[in-house]
């Protein structure tokens, strides 16, 4: 039994309610019909193979209503739907071949927990969640290794049900997750009949040729911190009043208006290089990473449902030359070195590896260097995972659980308006991020 403390402050006093996650089932869950012959082997891309770790858990929140015979209804109507789904996303039931790099879809099934809370209403953990957040791994499914997916499914005697999977990221990034998310819901739903959803299509290795003379993949290298334990989390919240006032202080009237991601990129980044810059005692260069979806800019176009890791990393980069009195720069100005970094143009499929590689690579060599600051972006806004409606509304919040090294991610809010940033940092400099002028500006926490 997994238990944790959720504090809830009264007028006068503080009192701490204990919620005990209980597990009740553990099982595995196969495909509802076979996998056929032909798609039994999934060749993993050179991009796919770089991942080696599971994606951390991301959980939708719902307030279904109900409790009791409904529960025991929702929950079938969960497992059948899933299994039927699996049929669509079955790589995600296979099992992971290291000597071929390969996925053997062999319908070997995903893992599927049952889990309750006692004496504690959902709404209670969500007036709560940023005390919440070092403990979301409970709600999150299992830490095997072997499946390549892990779903838990928790149920609250109020009717609420945190809904949350762990997929391995070989085989799925953002915008998979999202889709089979979405798949899932729309099949517990209404059904998976044919014409209802979009079928997802693997094999990505198939739409591009594989060059002999690749770059060769420089690894991600080793954090300088690691460890939950020595790293803290804090949620910034910007609502759209906030993002609005925001984009107001940053526009540059000679180009567009930015977009919500851009302006709280530059926002988060300028602060970071101030902590920087009192860390050291001057103005460092310094790079903002952020991952990106490479499935707009490929030519020729790809089918709809594309899955698998088709992603990179582009970076910014700030250099102190690019401050004349060393100060730290404007809001449009980092907005401007963000959008000349994503701006590299269509992708040919030819050239859609070498590109990859070739990016994210730059990446990494830039981490190696002490003398360089590189703060790590990634964005999760504008996917649907807020359009998972299971059959009783749609998920009044997401989470999102990371890697444990120094990032930043950016989740959309439940009106898809205003942005949730996770900031994972030290304590020290988490202490001097906060106390930034422009983050105590435009933020809550």
Same mark, same amino acid.
């Given at each position: 039994m997994d238990r944790f403390l959720v504090a809830k402050r009264g007028e006068d006093n503080l009192k701490t309610a204990t919620m005990e996650v209980q597990m009740v089932t553990t099982k595995l869950i196969k495909p509802a019909s076979p996998t056929p012959s032909h798609l039994r082997t999934l060749k993993l891309s050179p991009l796919d193979r770089q991942f080696s770790f599971m994606v951390k858990p991301c959980a939708l929140y719902y307030y279904p209503g109900g409790g009791g015979d409904q529960d025991l209804e929702l929950s079938k109507r969960l497992e059948t739907s899933l299994s039927e789904t699996l049929t669509r996303y079955y790589p995600l039931a296979g099992r992971y071949m290291k000597e071929t790099h390969s996925i053997d879809c062999n319908d070997e099934r995903v893992e599927y927990l049952e889990a309750k809370v006692e004496g504690l209403q959902i709404s209670q953990l969500l007036s709560r969640r940023d005390e919440m957040i070092p403990q979301l791994?409970?709600?999150?499914?299992?830490e095997t290794s072997t499946p390549l997916?892990?779903?838990?499914?928790?149920?609250?005697d109020c009717g609420g049900i945190v809904i949350a999977v762990r997929i391995h990221h070989m085989v799925v990034d953002g915008f998979t997750a999202a889709s089979f998310f979405n798949a899932w819901a729309t099949a517990s739903r209404e059904g998976i009949e044919e014409g209802k959803l979009v079928p997802p299509i693997f094999g990505l290795t198939s739409f591009f040729p594989e060059e002999k003379n690749l770059p060769k993949q420089k690894p991600m290298p080793p954090p300088k911190i690691f460890g939950m334990d020595k790293l803290v989390t804090r949620r910034l919240v910007l609502d759209a009043a906030k993002i609005s006032s925001l984009k107001?202080?940053?526009r540059d009237h000679d180009r567009r208006e930015p977009s919500k991601v851009e302006v709280v990129t530059a926002l988060i980044w300028r602060a970071l290089m101030g902590v920087s810059q009192a860390k050291h005692g001057l103005l460092r260069t310094s790079l903002a990473s952020h991952t990106v979806n490479l499935r707009p800019k490929i030519v020729p176009p790809l089918p709809p449902l594309c899955c698998g890791n088709l992603l990179t990393k582009v970076a910014a980069r700030f250099t102190v030359e690019d401050s004349l009195d060393k100060?730290?720069?404007?809001?449009?100005?980092?907005i401007g070195l963000l959008r000349d970094a994503a701006r590299f143009g269509e992708v040919p499929r030819e050239d859609m590896y070498w590109t990859a590689i070739k990016c994210r690579n730059e990446v990494h060599e830039a981490i190696e260097k002490d003398e360089v600051d590189v703060f790590l972006f990634t964005s999760w806004c504008r996917l649907p995972f807020y359009e998972a409606d299971f059959g009783w509304?749609?998920?009044?919040?997401?989470?999102?659980t990371h890697p444990?090294?120094?990032?930043?991610?950016?989740?959309? !809010?439940?009106?898809?308006?205003?942005?949730?940033?996770?900031?994972?940092? !030290?304590?020290?400099?988490?202490?001097?991020?906060?106390?930034d002028d422009h983050i105590l500006t435009f933020t809550s926490f």
């Open positions: 791994d409970n709600l999150s499914g299992g997916a892990s779903i838990q499914v928790t149920w609250f107001a202080k940053a100060a730290l720069p404007d809001l449009k100005d980092l509304g749609k998920p009044v919040w997401i989470s999102r444990p090294a120094q990032l930043t991610v950016l989740l959309d !809010n439940p009106g898809g308006d205003g942005i949730e940033a996770w900031v994972i940092l !030290n304590p020290s400099d988490m202490l001097q991020f906060l106390q």
